[in-house]
Structure formats: C-alpha cells, structure tokens
T-cell receptor, first 113, second 114 residues
Framework: DQQVKQNSPSLSVQEGRISILNCDYT??????FLWYKKYPAEGPTFLIS?????DKNEDGRFTVFLNKSAKHLSLHIVPSQPGDSAVYFC????????????FGKGTKLTVNP | EAQVTQNPRYLITVTGKKLTVTCSQN?????MSWYRQDPGLGLRQIYY???????DKGDVPEGYKVSRKEKRNFPLILESPSPNQTSLYFC?????????????FGPGTRLLVL
C-alpha cells in the first residue's frame, strides 16, 4: 500500500520553461511534506517543505503547492535549468507524533539545453 | 565542516555474515535516520532516532537493527544479511524532522549480499 505516489517516473522539459512535478498521498494524517533532489552517486539534498497549514511555499525558483482536499502536492521549478536535472522525491510525515518519513518512488527530471 | 560520514562506502558480503555500517555526524543533531534506495522503489526509511537511546521503526525495518548510544553515531546493523538487502544505503541527520532545512545526508554505502 503506497501512501505517497509519484506517478510520473520521468519528465523532460526545455531549459527556461516550467517543470511541474506531482505527488499524491493517501494518508489524511500526513501534515508535513518535503521535496528532495538527488543526483547520481550523491546523497539526497533537501529542497523545500510545506506544512498542511499552508497551501503554498516558495523558495527562489522552487514553489510547492499543496491541495489538501485532493491530497495532492506539486513542485514547480521556474525557470528550469540543466543543473536541475536529477531525481526528485516527494516525502510526507504524519501528525501522530511519529517522526517517520514516507517517500514516493521519485521522478527523474531532465532539462534539455 | 558540517558532514555526515558513512563507512564503508562499498561492501560485498555473503548471506548470514553479520555486518555494521557506521554513520557519524558532527553537527550535534538530534534526529538521525537510515534509508535505502532501490531501483523502482525510490527511497525508503529503515529506522530513525529522535535522540540518544530513542529509536523507532521506519517503513522497512525488517532485517535491520540500530542503536543510538551517543548523539553523533547511529550504526546500522544487519545481523544476518540476505540478498534482498542488496541496496544503496543513506544515513541522514538534522536538528529534528521538522527542521529539515538543517538536514544532511551521507554519501551512501553500496552493499552487495551474495
């Protein structure tokens, strides 16, 4: 039973355009969401997070949108750059006091020059 | 320099031979965790620790043990490794889960169990 789903294994975008990576979740107890970026042969790096009390969080070129009613979040990268090419993981944590983190399977983003 | 170190970086072993992967951080972080990455399955959390002597199961704890006797170290123990534990393992630390802007990941340990 996959609680966090990234249904697109890959995404290809032209440099300068917008990249939109999507993530769906099934557990209504999730209240904190994170995005990570991972390059090959390196550990993941934290990108941006959002709490369920917000519906949007922005950090430079990266914006995360949260739609609680649809149990959906998305990461927007504008403008996309070739250096953004990586695997992006969505993750979620619930408010039950646990500090357990559940990840999606990842989306490989390729930004073409 | 703030960092998370893991050792060894690469390990080939045989089924049933106990092994330990060490993880150490120099940032006085309270929250530490272990993940495995597998093709098609993404990242999955194995165990996490909120502080010394406080550990809890993540998504895929079966076949693994951890301990947190000191704040800086969080070793991952495979008592009797099996081929399905062949994977890429990452250790991470942060002030807390909810302060992930402080989170650092180690470089990874690639394990092959024959």
């Amino acid at each position: 039973d996959q609680q966090v789903k990234q249904n697109s294994p890959s995404l290809s975008v032209q440099e300068g355009r917008i990249s939109i990576l999507n993530c769906d979740y099934t557990n209504s107890m999730f209240d904190y969401f994170l995005w990570y970026k991972k390059y090959p042969a390196e550990g993941p790096t934290f990108l941006i997070s959002i709490s369920s009390i917000k519906d949007k969080n922005e950090d430079g070129r990266f914006t995360v949108f949260l739609n609680k009613s649809a149990k959906h979040l998305s990461l927007h990268i504008v403008p996309s750059q070739p250096g953004d090419s990586a695997v992006y993981f969505c993750a979620a944590s619930d408010k039950g006091g646990s500090e357990k983190l559940v990840f999606g399977k990842g989306t490989k983003l390729t930004v073409n020059p | 320099e703030a960092q998370v170190t893991q050792n060894p970086r690469y390990l080939i072993t045989v089924t049933g031979k106990k092994l330990t992967v060490t993880c150490s951080q120099n940032m006085n972080h309270e929250y530490m965790s272990w993940y495995r990455q597998d093709p098609g399955l993404g990242l999955r959390q194995i165990y996490y620790s909120m502080n010394v002597e406080v550990t809890d199961k993540g998504d895929v704890p079966e076949g693994y043990k951890v301990s947190r006797k000191e704040k800086r170290n969080f070793p991952l123990i495979l008592e009797s490794p099996s081929p399905n534990q062949t994977s890429l393992y990452f250790c991470a630390s942060s002030l807390s889960l909810r302060k992930v802007e402080t989170q650092y990941f180690g470089p990874g340990t690639r394990l092959l169990v024959l």
